[in-house]
């Protein structure tokens, strides 16, 4: 622990929620903690979450967070949904999934500075769900891309991930605020990122990859706010408020310098607000409309 934190020694953990495109959201927050001297000794993350959570593990200072917003900043919806007319045909024909992983496992090869889960900076945690029994099921070790790929597999978009015998899918179905996971790895004090949702939308998105994130960026959003309800008293955590109002598709990689700008301006002011000493759930993660 450094600057504002060393005055605590309660165990730490960053959390990260899933959520498509709006992970760019995630970055900002990092930015604006890490620059604020904030520091995690564990990491839990599921979904997008498990992406952004990994990558921060392995390079956990301000100028790492600073290039994974570049990388954000260079990402299209191909690089992580490389959905074409080819694999469109082949969902119909075999009717079991639609997109590659190939896209995801391309950008954790290029950019995760390491290729062990162990090997982090900081330890680790990733957050999966057995597709068949609706368990979840926590990486710690092994092979960071095969544990980020299995947590970002979206049910019926892409072919879940076969691990150790069981079949492994998004985090989202099972624990996608993965609170609970954290404070069974020891976490004393939570620090949580989610993305929120699109609360500003007039319609519902086009298209089923799209309607399925916006239906998991609900359900993480209703999920947390139970998980929080009944928190243990002992264990600290502050939730860092997503941006609201907020517009588009977690589908959508278009707007991530302004998800970005946005989360860092919001999160330095909730900071500047004492954000990191208040626990309580955020407005902006209740049912709300604009």
């Given amino acids: 622990m450094y600057g504002k934190e060393s005055q605590t020694k309660k165990k730490t953990a960053f959390i990260f929620a899933g959520g498509g495109s709006f992970g760019a959201i995630q970055v900002g927050m990092m930015q604006a903690l890490v620059a604020h001297g904030v520091t995690a000794d564990l990491v839990v993350g599921s979904s997008v979450g498990a992406m952004n959570g990994a990558y921060f593990a ?9 290039k994974l917003a570049d990388i954000w900043r260079g990402l299209t919806r191909h690089d992580v949904f490389p959905v074409s007319v080819s694999s469109f045909v082949g969902f119909l024909r075999r009717r079991d999934f639609l997109i590659s992983h190939d896209g995801v496992r391309k950008l954790i090869d290029d950019h995760l500075p390491y290729k062990k889960l162990e090997d982090a900076v900081v330890p680790v945690h990733i957050v999966t769900t057995d597709i068949v029994t609706g368990e979840t099921v926590v990486l710690s070790e092994g092979s960071a891309a095969e544990a980020i790929v299995a947590s970002t597999a979206i049910p019926g978009a892409f ?9 492994l899918a998004d985090g989202a179905i099972s624990s996608n605020t993965p609170i609970r996971v954290a404070i069974e790895k020891g976490a004393q004090r939570l620090i949580i990122m989610p993305t929120g949702f699109a609360c500003a939308g007039q319609e519902p998105p086009v298209g089923a990859v799209a309607t399925a994130l916006h239906a998991l960026t609900l359900l993480i959003s209703r999920q947390m706010t139970t998980e929080l309800e009944y928190i243990e008293p002992t264990v600290e955590y502050c939730v860092v408020p997503p941006l609201c109002p907020l517009v588009g598709s977690p589908y959508d990689f278009t707007r991530t ?6 989360a860092i301006r919001n999160t330095e002011m909730w900071i500047a607000d004492g954000g990191l000493e208040k626990s309580g759930i955020p407005g902006e993660m209740r049912p709300h409309q604009h």
């Fill in 257 to 262: 310098e302004d998800h970005i700008m946005r």
């Fill in 159 to 167: 072919a879940p991930v076969k691990h150790k015998g069981r079949f």
């Fill in 58 to 66: 392995g390079a956990p200072t301000l100028e790492g967070v600073e």
